[in-house]
C-alpha cells in the first residue's frame, strides 16, 4: 500500500538581496507606502456633517482616522473570530 506523505509548503517567499522576504511583508509594505501617499495628497478641507454639528477639518485628518478605526475594528473582529 502507498503511504500518503504530506508535503508542508511554507509561506510563499522571494530572495531579495540574499533575504527570503514573504510575498505578504511585500503586499503590506506596498498597500503601507499607497496609503501614506494617498493621505498625503489629499490636504484640502472638508466639511463633515455629524447628525447635528457640522465640522470642518483637513482631509488628511479625516483619511487618518478613518484608517485607524478601520484597522481597529478589522483587529477586533479578527480578534473574535479566533476565540471561536
Known amino acids: 500500500m502507498a503511504q500518503k506523505t504530506a508535503k508542508t509548503h511554507g509561506p510563499s517567499t522571494v530572495t531579495v538581496k540574499g ?21 498625503a495628497a489629499n490636504t484640502g478641507s472638508v466639511t463633515i456633517r455629524l447628525w447635528i454639528p457640522e ?14 478605526v478601520g484597522i481597529l475594528l478589522g483587529l477586533v473582529i479578527a480578534y473574535r473570530r479566533g476565540r471561536r
Do not use: E, K
Open 55 to 68: 465640522v470642518t477639518l483637513p482631509l488628511w485628518i479625516v483619511l487618518t482616522v478613518t484608517l485607524i
Open 19 to 39: 533575504r527570503d522576504v514573504r510575498l505578504r511583508t511585500i503586499g503590506g509594505s506596498v498597500l503601507a507606502a499607497l496609503t501614506i501617499w494617498f493621505i
